[in-house]
């Protein structure tokens, strides 16, 4: 029972935050990336629009998201937690992820952004 629980306290906060819906649906549509590894190939290939990486992951997984998004001048957001960002890709943990659609890139952004 604590597993349900738990499952549809973060499906109510899906449902209410309009950013990680849009994050949900870009995902839907093959338009993302997630995970250190492919986050990273897509800011390096140039296919990446925005970044987003879990408020608790490491500092030295920040530190490195930081300084390359910088360097090849994407967007970088810091946002939620590694369970909230997964649940909303429909995986489990999520450290990092690319939106590789300008469209979307943008309005998850102001989404994301309104809601701090």
Not at 52 to 70: G, L, P, Q
Request: one cysteine or more.
């Amino acid at each position: 029972m604590k597993y349900m629980s738990s499952w549809k306290r973060r499906w109510s906060r899906l449902k209410l935050n309009k950013g990680l819906s849009l994050l949900s649906l870009a995902t839907r549509a093959g338009k993302t990336k997630s995970g250190s590894f492919q986050t990273e190939q897509a800011v390096k290939s140039g296919l990446a629009c925005l970044v987003i990486v879990a408020e608790d992951a490491s500092e030295n997984t920040k530190k490195k998201f930081r300084n390359m998004c910088s360097f090849y001048e994407v967007p970088i957001l810091f946002y939620s937690d590694q369970d909230t960002l997964g649940h909303a890709m429909g995986k489990e943990f999520r450290t990092s992820a690319a939106v590789t659609d300008a469209g979307f890139a943008d309005e998850i952004e102001k989404q994301l952004k309104m809601e701090e």
